[in-house]
């Protein structure tokens, strides 16, 4: 008989896959159509007659390319109605605990419903219960209208109030699924990390999650309404809207063009000093509003998750993955030029200086690649776990150095591979392109134990791993190294970090 569950919308019909039950495509909010097209999420009218949950929702509107294509093969199936999450349990009874899995996809792909997310092997070795979902992306997530039109105040954070409705639905229904609502831990990758930075950080998460693991992707990356008013000009002028109206009312591909002439358009601004912006993220949770008071950063340094035991976390080598995208070339001149705009005018040599010496053999884009790692997510994520070990004794740092064997060991440990590990699923379609096909299935066995670690007590005790110390900036900023031999370091590239001082 096919397991059935009962929400407080009405009961869904999942479907037994991988030793668990899956229940997919479970709406969380109301489709944000018509006219809740940027307005927040609103609960979902309900249901009477069982409802299929064996199929797994749209994705929202996005462009695709990019890390989707590498993740899932190709683009998905998307549409506006996207509000959807995805179940998987050993069974419906019993009380575990619930990991919230978050996509990245820089804030303009991604949904929860990829190879490489399956959460079976977490559930079934891990005794868990995991929830991906969906949120919207992009302008229709993301684009600041409240300085524009009244009527949408929140336009620009709506992405994560959807997350935040996922989460409110986990809390009221989750139980039904075999889950704790008491014990919930939040994770993501890259936007995904940045949005569990930002679920930290805003007042209405608050007592809806548990633990948080934001895996290369921290609390540096929101924008002020500035920033937000600039990106919302410009996509108003590439896309020739005069007003919040003829948004509504444009089809979605046409918001998704404008989108991307936007983002192409920031991105050619020689003054832009933004490491997000640098990775195509001009659509990200903007500060100041009712959701999202402080910049994250700032929040989590008052004390917003002050309970929340945090795992975080980058992967050595994160910007080889956006270089080898983009074929890029460096001459000598150019490097200098880009370390003066990021550290400031005439400290680029010293920056060069202490990069190279660490790396006597690499060219000028290794060497910007290294910088960029450090300044679009290493260093972020050591300011969030310095943050957040003032409030709270269980803060833990990791840093993910297996060097992937693909595309000539040109990747090394680069940007999102870390994922595959994390939910042992080294298997999976396309996990293999990545790594090159050599990947230790002892690290996966032994970070996937971790994680559900975590979740279990707030710690990452395994006995396949060294004593794992918190994170301390005045204690030796304790890092677990996680490579075929793993180990607890001190302050990894110290003198790098040390260089980024009043800059981040």
Partial sequence: MAPTAETTSGPVVGREKEGC????????????????????????????????????????????????????????????????????????????????????????????????????????????????????????????????????????????????????????????????????????????GFSVAALMASPAAAGLFHRAIPQSGAAHHSLDPEG?????????????????????????EALLAAQTHATAQLQRDPKARDGALALGMPYRPCAGTEALPLPPHEAIHKGSAAEVPVLTGTTRDEWNLFSLLTQEELEPQHLRRRLDRIFGEGRGAVAEQVYRANRPAADEAAVFAAVMTDFVFRMPAVRLAELQAMHCEDTYAYRFSWPSAAFGGRLGACHALEIPFVFDNLDRSGVEMFTGGSAPQGLATTMSEAWTQFAHTGRPVTSRLPDWAPYRADAGRSTMELDTECGLVSDPDATERELWDGII
Wanted: charged share 15%; proline share 8%.
């Fill in 21 to 192: 039950l899956l229940f997919a495509g479970v709406p969380y909010a109301a489709p944000p159509t018509g006219d809740l097209r940027f307005r927040p999420p609103q609960p979902h009218r309900g249901w009477h007659e069982p409802r299929d949950a064996t199929r797994f929702g749209t994705a929202a509107p996005q462009p695709g390319g990019g890390m989707e294509m590498l993740f899932a093969g190709g683009g998905p199936e998307w549409d506006e109605d996207c509000l959807f999450l995805n179940i998987q349990t050993e069974s419906l009874d019993g009380s575990r605990p619930v990991m919230v899995w978050i996509h990245g996809g820089g804030f303009v792909n991604g949904q929860g419903a990829i190879p490489w997310y399956n959460g079976a092997r977490l559930v079934t070795n891990g005794s868990v219960v995991v929830v991906s979902i969906n949120y919207r992306l992009g302008a229709l997530g993301f684009l600041h209208l409240g300085d524009f039109d009244s009527r949408f105040p929140t336009s620009g954070v709506n992405g994560i109030l959807d997350q935040i409705a996922a989460l409110q639905w986990v809390r009221d229904n989750i139980a039904a699924f075999g889950g704790d609502p008491g014990n919930v831990t939040v994770f993501g990758e890259s936007a995904g």
């Fill in 228 to 252: 937000a008013r600039k990106v919302t000009e410009t996509f108003f002028e590439v896309g020739g809207y005069a007003t919040v109206d003829d948004l509504r009312a444009a089809p979605a």
